[in-house]
């Protein structure tokens, strides 16, 4: 089993950043893709940017240039930061892990953006 846990949420104004972060604990060795998803009140969740343990990423095209998806593997932990954020980026992002073909999901961290 791997926990996951994120952290970094928060109130900001459009404009601003925000960096999320997301530590893995558990079962977390042979850990692969780690990514991010998002979901807006009264939306299905989306799939924000994601990265492969050798660091290849990928952004969603209504966040590319926006944001950047990074890992530290030695803290099996995955960060997200946000910039020029904007009120249609309001909603809860989740953390989520693939180990052995398992997917894991975080609780999720909420992200409101005031205009």
């Known amino acids: 089993q791997v926990q996951l846990v994120e952290s970094g949420g928060g109130l900001v104004q459009a404009g601003g950043s925000l960096r999320l972060s997301c530590a893995a604990s558990?079962?977390?060795?042979?850990?692969?893709?780690m990514g991010w998803y998002r979901q807006a009140p009264g939306k299905q969740r989306e799939l924000v940017a994601t990265?492969?343990?050798?660091?290849?990423?990928y952004y969603a095209d209504s966040v590319k240039g926006r944001v950047t998806i990074s890992r530290d593997n030695a803290k099996n932990t995955v960060y997200l930061q946000i910039y020029s954020l904007k009120p249609e980026d309001t909603g809860v992002y989740y953390c989520r892990v693939t180990r052995a073909g398992v997917d894991y999901w975080g609780k999720g961290t909420l992200v409101t953006v005031s205009s």
């Open positions: 558990g079962s977390i060795f042979n850990i692969g893709a």
């Open positions: 990265i492969s343990p050798g660091g290849n990423n």
